[in-house]
Each structure stands twice: as C-alpha cells, then as structure tokens.
C-alpha cells in the first residue's frame, strides 16, 4: 500500500474535503419557467435594452427635436403643448368627463390609479405562470392600458401641424451688435438693467433679450417706470434725464442692428 493513498489532509476538520459546486435548480419543474434567472434571463434583458438604446439614440440623431423661442409671456397667441410621452393625458383633459369641474379626475385621479395599479402589480399578481393566456386579468388591463396611452396619443397629435409650430417657433437669436459704451444711456443702463439683461442686451434667466424689439423710446421710458409682462413696476430708478438717455441708448441699439 502506497503512502498516502486514499487519505485526505484539510487544515481545519470543520471544511468538508469534498467542496460542493453551486447547482441552480432546475426550473423546468415550475410552470412557464424554463431557464435561470443569473445570468441567462438577465443576459438577454440586457441585450433587448441595449438594441432598443441604441436605435433610440440613432432616431433621435436623424430626427432631432425642434427647439423653440424663448417663453414669451405677453404672446397670448402661442399654444403650448407638452412633449410626446406626455400628449395622451394631455388629450385625456380635454374630454368633458376629465376637464372642467372634472379636472381633478382626469388630472389626478385616473392617472393615479392608473400608474399605481402598474406599480404595485407585482405584489398584487403573485401567481408563478408567465403564459399570457394563463393571466386573462392581468393581460387584459395591459393590453387596455397600452391601447389607450397609443390612441390618446395619437388623437393628440393628429390635431397638431407640427411643422408649421416649428417653423413659427424657431428661436430668434440675435445678432451680434457693437455696443457704443461711450453713449451717456449705456452707464444709465450698466447701473439700472444689466444685472437682469446682460451686458450685451442678450437677456437671461431674470429678463428677455433687448435686442430685436419694436418699442418706440416713450414705449421704453413706460415699461421702465410701470413694467410689463413678469416685469414689475418701478424697477428704475433716476432721473427723468437719465431715463430719457435710457430709452434712446436702447433703440439706437436696435436701429444699428437693422
């Protein structure tokens, strides 16, 4: 007998000798259930999202979204709309049983119960068959559900001439102007409205471009002392020679800019 033979040696007797190899189990025996979760359903989840990311992104290179002008309160004409995967509530609001003295369904209540059954679906439909025909209840209420998020949509945007919104819409950007900082207005202007319009008239976040407007200079010395728009009231502060010298600063701007 050779030595060693059929002996084992381990460093600690509470490890087995023999370790054993992690075995998922057999999911044949569920019903609808024929492959592991880790990693080969995962795995090919993964790769429907990635084909779809990508074709996303590629749709959205061919086809870019139009921007629109800057947000212009005083335009009572401009009909705003939300984006297109929001489109079918926006069509939901405008039917009588959501809208009105009903807004608070149509804008709460109905896509409340809506997103929360889909949330908790999960906990609710506990059952272990996957077949859709086997799930008559739950299928159904999908199917219903991508129906009228499809046809809603739809309604929305077959109401729109998107083409035209965008031509109306594009957004003006004005041109580059030289700013004569020697003209008496421009100091008026650096102490009194810079702070909200720019040091170039561009505008910002706080107030619209002053570049590209069509206001006479009294027009100017009145919105200046009573405001317009989002604009409040007796934002200037001087006197009447300065806010003469203002308003002129701001339209000769604009008469070089034509």
């Given at each position: ?91 939901l609001l405008k039917y009588e049983f959501a809208s009105g003295p009903y807004f608070v369904l149509g804008a709460l209540i109905i896509p409340g119960l809506a ?140 008469e070089e800019q034509e």
């Amino acid at each position: 007998m050779k030595r060693g033979k059929g002996m084992k040696f381990v460093g600690d007797s509470r490890i087995p000798a023999e370790k054993q190899k992690f075995i998922p189990k057999d999911y044949s025996e569920y019903p609808g259930r024929t492959e592991a979760f880790w990693p080969n359903f995962l795995l090919k989840e993964w790769l429907v999202g990635a084909v779809f990311l990508v074709g996303f992104l590629c749709l959205t290179v061919a086809h870019p979204a139009p921007l629109e002008k800057i947000a212009d309160p005083t335009d009572a004409s401009y009909i705003p709309l939300p984006d297109w995967y929001f489109l079918f509530l926006y069509q939901l609001l405008k039917y009588e049983f959501a809208s009105g003295p009903y807004f608070v369904l149509g804008a709460l209540i109905i896509p409340g119960l809506a997103f929360g059954g889909l949330f908790l679906a999960p906990f609710l439909d506990k059952g272990k068959e996957r077949r859709p025909h086997k799930r008559p209840i739950t299928t159904s209420l999908m199917i219903l559900g991508f129906v009228a998020v499809f046809w809603l949509t739809y309604e929305a945007a077959a109401h729109v001439d998107w083409e035209a919104k965008a031509e109306n819409n594009k957004p003006e950007l004005p041109s580059e102007v030289e700013i004569d900082t020697s003209d008496p207005g421009y100091a008026v202007f650096e102490k009194s409205c810079m702070q909200c319009h720019g040091g170039e008239l561009e505008g910002g976040a706080a107030a619209p471009t002053l570049i590209g407007i069509d206001y006479s200079v009294d027009e100017i010395k009145d919105i200046a002392v009573n405001g317009i728009g989002s604009m409040p009231a007796n934002q200037f502060q001087g006197s009447d020679e300065e806010l003469q010298q203002l308003a002129e600063f701001i339209v000769s701007v604009n008469e070089e800019q034509e």
